[in-house]
């Protein structure tokens, strides 16, 4: 198994979690919150596909697929095209409503593209330094591990809440 299938491995499983955290689920029970200030499933959802999108995109130097490919005028949300989630207020968790089929859809574009840009992924590249705003600088192999672990936080946080939703 090569270092690209291993990754790509790691954000196929991403992508299946976000697929059963919203399967069937219409966008109240999406945005529903256990408390006035927890994150809700689309929020999730949207906030790691965020994430993987400017990361990556970072990464290949290529265009974010959610300004790149028309998501961010298809959700329509009331947020700055180029915010990820990152530090929200309750407030603007509680702007991210989104139907299951537009979040799988951002979601799987946006694997797809990680997984054409991964193919090409090589182990000696892995020690390169892709950012040295931190001490240690961050590596291309630390970027990726970084990303495909607030993925499947993330996923498996909804997956939770999905949970609660549930049994209610």
Do not use: C
């Amino acid at each position: 198994m090569s270092v690209a299938d291993l990754l790509i491995d790691g954000f196929d499983r991403v992508q299946q979690i976000v697929h059963g955290a919203v399967k069937g689920f219409d966008p109240d029970q999406l945005a529903h919150r256990v408390d006035t200030d927890a994150n809700s499933i689309a929020w999730l959802v949207w906030h790691l596909t965020r994430v993987q999108d400017d990361h990556l995109a970072d990464l290949e130097d290529a265009p974010q697929v959610w300004t790149g490919q028309g998501w961010a005028e298809r959700f329509g949300l009331p947020l700055d095209p180029h915010d990820t989630g990152y530090g929200h207020t309750s407030g603007e968790v509680a702007s991210v409503r989104a139907s299951a089929d537009l979040l799988t859809g951002y979601h799987d574009a946006v694997r797809d593209q990680t997984v054409a840009w991964l193919a090409g992924v090589k182990e000696s590249q892995l020690d390169t330094v892709v950012d040295e705003g931190w001490d240690p600088p961050v590596t291309l192999g630390v970027r990726l591990v970084s990303v495909l672990s607030d993925g499947l936080q993330h996923a498996g946080q909804a997956a939770f809440v999905r949970g609660i939703i549930t049994r209610r």
